[in-house]
């Protein structure tokens, strides 16, 4: 048996190193799928097993667990920020300017409850009671990703041998932290006297009156004598609405109409635009009909196929200038991009990924699925290669020192927020560097939650070692009180103003709430209230900039205030 006695002992082994994370990452994740009152802490859970692993002595050697957190730290930003990035600008358009105000303004109000907190209990003179505030504030809004920059950032400042181990500040504040931003939520629910049935019906009867540039198809009649004897181009171009002209009927023949193909009256047009601009189109063409096209009696049969893009070289096309209709013959009538139905706008961007649907003869439509790809297999394949040349550009933009005055160190955006700037850049604009940044959400999901287990193990592994005296016999229960007040205090502000004076909806408040503490439960239980997409839309507006500014000020109190 001393083998075995070897294998769980020998910490300079390989076999005991791997042992070590498989127990904590297995244990930690199965424990995070307990629910009490309907809310699980999830994979965070593998923290709370590391913490225990490191207490009993089940651990490894410094500069191992020291890698491996830090590279699972690289990893989990930077899958965040490829996620984020073709996001990440277009959230500040379509009204997402005062959610993301609110939701800057929440993160601000964090860290002066944090401040405050810190000034009122705790010894200003004890120079870890700061790091420590600071593990506290981003467990107390769930943001892993803040824990890593700040953890980071530390050792600019600290050595190895005295740097806080703020983790525990985290595990301490995390629990009521979900419970917290929870519980604020419901709070102002009836702080600002919410009826969910009226707010419910509101969305509803603002989802029928905003078409939201959704695709629309109809078949019209041409009665209006202006357009008779003129080109489809001249018609797009008086008109001045953006519509696709998928099919022609002129004289029992149907065809694939070009920009230059002149239109006649009484011709029938099968027509897809915005649903916007869809009364617009009607009036000027004419009446709408009713019969579904019979392509088989027709001379020229068409198919309507949806072709998925998945030819780097196409990465970035413009649709406008691939002229699909006048060299291949068939139009693009709509593109679906994450789940999402977009029109088929000239001007719109083509990425890998894409689900375009083509609309012509079938053999034209066999040339277009060659050009793009098609190949759903290849979609499977991720970019290594593209993730692995952001990591190498990331670090070194993120090692750039900065002096600043009165710093005591030069600035660095470090392993966090250097790869997770470069990320959103990429993601949103690596087309433009011929860098094709797809891959499907299982594996964007993998590897982001490969690298958040190992970095959570670590921490907690180190920081087991210390967590009875900092927490049991140290300040555990300020760092589990002032964690409540930092979570409950900006969420009961923030979400009163969104509602009082810029008067959101309530469920979109529960959705940029949650995602401004970047806190999943909290979404989960705000879909579970809601049977409209507010929640979710909500969420997704305000997450990328909250993800970033967690990160971005994480490093900054360290670096600032800390030294």
Request: net charge negative; glycine share 10%.
């Amino acid at each position: 048996m001393d083998w075995i006695i070897s294998l769980f002992t020998n910490n300079d082994s390989v076999a005991h190193i791997a042992l070590l994370y498989a127990i904590v990452i297995a244990v930690g994740v199965l424990l995070g799928k307990i629910k009490v009152g309907g809310v699980s802490l999830g994979v965070t859970f593998v923290l709370f097993a590391g913490i225990v692993a490191g207490h009993v002595g089940f651990t490894g050697p410094t500069n191992i667990l020291t890698f491996v957190q830090d590279f699972g730290l690289i990893l989990f930003v930077f899958c965040i920020g490829l996620q984020v990035g073709p996001g990440f600008f277009e959230s500040f358009k379509r009204g997402g300017v005062t959610l993301n105000l609110l939701s800057t303004a929440l993160i601000l109000l964090n860290i002066a409850v944090m401040f405050a907190c810190y000034y009122i209990f705790f010894d200003t003179s004890d120079s870890h009671n700061l790091p420590m505030m600071v593990g506290t504030l981003y467990g107390a809004v769930t943001n892993t990703p803040g824990l890593g920059a700040a953890n980071e950032a530390l050792t600019a400042i600290f050595t190895k041998e005295d740097m806080p181990q703020i983790a525990n500040g985290y595990a301490c504040a995390y629990p009521l932290g979900v419970l917290g931003i929870i519980g604020a939520t419901i709070a102002i629910r009836y702080i600002c006297r919410v009826n969910l049935e009226k707010e419910d019906d509101d969305l509803a009867q603002a989802e029928g009156d905003n078409p939201n540039a959704k695709p629309c198809q109809i078949r019209l009649k041409v009665s209006n004598a202006y357009i008779a004897g003129r080109s489809l181009q001249q018609i797009k171009e008086f008109l001045n609405r953006d519509f696709v002209c998928t099919r022609l009927l002129h004289e029992d023949n149907l065809e694939i109409p070009r920009e230059e193909t002149v239109i006649q009256k009484d011709d029938e047009l099968l027509i897809v635009c915005a649903e916007a601009d869809a009364e617009a189109v009607q009036a000027f063409i004419g009446p709408t009909i009713d019969l579904p096209w019979e392509e088989e009696d027709t001379k020229q049969p068409m198919i309507s196929r949806r072709i998925v893009i998945t030819n780097s070289s196409m990465n970035g096309k413009i649709l406008g200038k691939m002229h699909f209709a006048s060299v291949y013959g068939v139009n693009i009538t709509r593109i679906t991009r994450q789940g999402i139905d977009l029109f088929a706008s000239q001007n719109l961007h083509l990425h890998v990924g894409d689900r375009v649907m083509v609309v012509g003869p079938e053999e034209n439509v066999e040339r277009v699925a060659d050009v793009m790809g098609n190949s759903v297999k290849h979609l499977n394949v991720p970019n290594i290669a593209t993730i692995f040349i952001g990591v190498f550009i990331g670090i070194i933009f993120g090692s750039i020192p900065i002096s600043i005055p009165g710093m005591p160190v030069p600035l660095k955006l470090g392993i966090a927020g250097g790869p997770l700037i470069i990320a959103i850049l990429i993601g949103r604009y690596g087309y433009k560097m011929k860098l094709v940044t797809y891959t499907t959400t299982s594996a964007n999901m993998m590897l982001r939650e490969i690298g958040l287990v190992l970095f959570l193990a670590s921490v907690g592994i180190k920081a087991g070692a210390s967590f009875v005296e900092t927490v049991v016999e140290g300040d555990g229960l300020k760092y589990v009180y002032t964690g409540v007040l930092i979570t409950v205090i900006p969420i009961l502000i923030i979400g009163t103003i969104a509602r009082l004076k810029y008067k959101f909806n309530y469920f979109t408040i529960m959705g940029m709430l949650a995602g401004t503490c970047t806190d999943p439960p909290a979404l989960a239980y705000a879909n579970s209230v809601c049977s409209h997409e507010a929640p979710s839309i909500g969420y997704s507006t305000v997450y990328p900039l909250s993800m970033f500014l967690r990160i971005f000020t994480a490093q900054m109190i360290v670096l600032f205030c800390c030294g």
